[in-house]
């Protein structure tokens, strides 16, 4: 079944709540997905440097350990912070091969959740309230952020089988729905150099993203692509350096609400989670429509 959060901040006086509001977002989504939960935080980016994410293979898993040894070995002021079983690492853009690299061959058990200058994934197997807090969810600030609750259907209920997925610099995407022919374009994309981790199809679902971008086309056009492309039935809801954008396949069977003000767009899965938000007896509430992009962007 799955539950899907999301929130884009327009009004720079609400970052400092974003973590707060997609915590409170998410929690009503808990009986949607109870296996596991998920949350991209974007942040206003560290200017010439770059942050990964990584995590370790379980939660007892010494992942400051790594971190700090891998923070050693790149040198030019690079640093590494714990966050309940991820570290966050930040380096120089030059330095994210050569990070990726180390990393390989000295502690292959180690998961890059993400990278890219502005984005931040935490997620782990549990009650997804459980998981916000011990990541410390309600106290990150940021300007947009998308959240996943795990009903697992398909593949095992593991930390990388958790939503979002990323498989490009500052892209990520949680899905709720399925894909018939993920194991098809699986091979295809990872024939195209496309890192794929997990059997999970909805990891294809970015993947297919991340290689209609890198092959020049813009978000907007790589989601209107994905309706020829994959087969099933999902909800897209999807995350850039800038942007924040959302999609519904043409049969538009999965549960869906927006709103929208001037200090925020929101989305979920049930209207019940955007009782929680700023003024949203005013908002604009709407159904997103089937096969139709919607798309917002920082300037």
Excluded at 30 to 35: A, L, T, V, Y
Excluded at 193 to 201: C, F, L
Excluded at 245 to 268: H, N, Q, S, W
Aim: with cysteine; aromatic share 8%; hydrophobic share 40%.
């Amino acid at each position: 079944m799955c539950g899907i959060a999301g929130l884009f901040i327009k009004d720079a006086k609400l970052e400092p709540e974003l973590g707060s509001l997609l915590a409170q977002m998410t929690s009503t989504l808990c009986s949607r997905g109870p296996d596991s939960a998920g949350f991209a935080i974007y942040s206003r980016g560290a200017g010439s440097r770059a942050k990964l994410t990584i995590s370790g293979p379980s939660a007892g898993f010494d992942i400051g350990a790594v971190g700090e040894r891998l923070a050693a070995a790149l040198g030019h002021d690079a640093t590494s912070a714990v966050r309940y079983s991820h570290a966050i690492i930040t380096l120089a853009h030059d330095d994210v091969e050569r990070a990726e690299q180390w990393l390989a061959e000295n502690h292959p058990e180690i998961t890059v959740m993400s990278g890219g200058k502005s984005l931040e994934i935490y997620k782990e197997v549990g009650y997804p309230d459980d998981v916000a807090k011990s990541f410390g969810i309600a106290g990150i600030s940021g300007t947009h952020g998308i959240s996943h609750t795990r009903m697992a259907t398909e593949s095992a209920v593991t930390t990388n089988g958790a939503h979002p997925f990323s498989t490009g610099p500052d892209q990520c995407l949680v899905h709720n729905g399925s894909l018939s022919n993920h194991a098809s374009l699986r091979r295809e994309l990872r024939r195209e150099g496309i890192k794929i981790r997990t059997e999970n199809d909805s990891e294809v679902a970015a993947a297919y993203l991340t290689k209609q971008m890198r092959d020049g086309q813009t978000l907007g056009e790589a989601l209107k692509s994905s309706l020829d492309d994959l087969d099933g039935f999902f909800t897209f809801v999807v995350g850039t350096e800038r942007g924040f954008g959302v999609l519904r396949d043409p049969i538009a069977c999965k549960p869906a609400v927006m709103a929208e003000t001037d200090r925020y767009v929101a989305f979920a899965s049930e209207y019940k989670s955007l009782t929680c938000l700023p003024e949203i007896a005013k908002a604009k509430v709407w159904e997103p429509k089937p096969a139709t992009v919607y798309f917002w962007e920082h300037a």
